[in-house]
């Protein structure tokens, strides 16, 4: 696992010693990125289920301003914290540790870009995106990327944000909404 472009170009990432977490693979997040370029400069990004904070590191790198990352688990935490310290990134980086509920209560501001790849099959992303919808935790002109499996197909509405692209690459599917 590596940063593919922008500053950190080449950083190879700490990785999991076990199947636990399940960062997204670098062809998926080079099609992410592509698909986010015209936005990521300047954004603030959440990584809300960072895992090792692969895809919040990527967005650094390309320019975003600022990265809160969250996750429960403290081996993810400390992955992240080594990432983050790898890549140089710590005055742009916050990471919180908590479920999605207190990583979202915490977030000082209205987020550009969410990054949502939660534990599969657990309910995850409608509750994190009704928890964003209910604190107005989404800018204007902001953007929820979810993560998951392709026999898992998302609505077109959720928790009032409209999806208005979904893109499948072998078992994983990117949707967005606005």
Known sequence: MRIIAGEYKGRRLESPADQTIRPTADKVKEALFSILHPVIYGA?????????????????????????????????????????????????????????????????????IFFLDPPYGKGLLEKAASMIKELALLSEDGILVCEHRRDEVLPETLAGFQKYKERAYGKVVLSFYI
């Open 44 to 112: 603030r990004v959440c990584d809300l289920f960072a895992g090792t904070g692969n895809l919040g590191l990527e967005a650094l790198s390309r320019g975003a301003a600022r990265c809160w990352f969250g996750d429960q688990s403290m081996s993810s935490i400390r992955l992240i914290r080594a990432n983050v310290e790898k890549c140089g990134a710590q005055e742009q980086a916050e990471v919180i540790r908590g479920d999605y509920r207190k990583v979202l209560s915490r977030l000082p501001e209205p987020v550009d």
